[in-house]
T-cell receptor
Framework: GAGVSQSPSNKVTEKGKDVELRCDPI?????LYWYRQSLGQGLEFLIY????????KSGLPSDRFSAERTGGSVSTLTIQRTQQEDSAVYLC???????????????FGAGTRLSVL | DAKTTQPTSMDCAEGRAANLPCNHS???????VYWYRQIHSQGPQYIIH???NNETNEMASLIITEDRKSSTLILPHATLRDTAVYYC??????????????FGKGTLLTVNP
């Protein structure tokens, strides 16, 4: 597609339920990132996928969080047994393998606003 | 990544040029300057980047001083939709964990009618 697509745009869930957030990156982009942004806060890195390499999961806050990227394209972020502190906007970004400074450009989706009641 | 300093907030009249400064006095030779913005309730949006030459695209112009210790993002004809927080970032583009994007406080630009 033309840009990074995330779904759903909003998700309200009850504490203890599992949720799945989806990200469809820009076609041809090999790198995919998940971030979290709490109200009024900066970006919190969660996980990074690059091609067929092992993902960098160093930012996942607990083992309740997991992510996968199937076929090098669509990614799903899963949060099990959600807690109220998981409430945030979950952002997905993708980037290409272009050379030079352009390699660092991350294009973001609109995010999924997760509210855990 | 080199630290950046930006004013907390700025105001601009609609239709006028918005000039957003950024200081990055500790920038190293292989670090690029990137600008992003985040409109309320939206994801961050890439604007422009540069190494040492001035750059222009359909959104903005980037002026980098000769010593590269500061830069200015210029929105030539600001509109109400340009109201957002603008982030200046300096980063290398090779190796390490430089893919982890982090924003500072940024500048809240308010475009007034």
């Amino acid at each position: 597609g033309a840009g990074v697509s995330q779904s759903p745009s909003n998700k309200v869930t009850e504490k203890g339920k599992d949720v799945e957030l989806r990200c469809d990156p820009i076609s041809g982009h090999t790198a995919l990132y998940w971030y979290r942004q709490s109200l009024g806060q900066g970006l919190e890195f969660l996980i990074y996928f690059q091609g067929n390499s092992a993902p960098d999961k160093s930012g996942l806050p607990s083992d309740r969080f997991s992510a996968e990227r199937t076929g090098g394209s669509v990614s799903t972020l899963t949060i099990q047994r959600t807690q109220q502190e998981d409430s945030a906007v979950y952002l997905c970004a993708s980037s290409s393998r272009l050379a030079g400074g352009a390699k660092n450009i991350q294009y973001f989706g609109a995010g999924t606003r997760l509210s855990v009641l | 990544d080199a630290k950046t300093t930006q004013p907390t907030s700025m105001d601009c009249a609609e239709g006028r040029a918005a000039n957003l400064p950024c200081n990055h006095s500790t920038i190293s030779g292989n670090e690029y300057v990137y600008w992003y913005r985040q409109i309320h309730s939206q994801g961050p949006q890439y604007i422009i980047h540069g190494l040492k030459n001035n750059e222009t695209n359909e959104m903005a112009s980037l002026i980098i001083t000769e010593d590269r210790k500061s830069s200015t993002l210029i929105l030539p004809h600001a509109t109400l939709r340009d109201t957002a927080v603008y982030y200046c970032i300096v980063r290398v583009n090779s190796g390490g964990s430089n893919y982890k994007l982090t924003f500072g406080k940024g500048t809240l630009l308010t475009v007034n009618p």
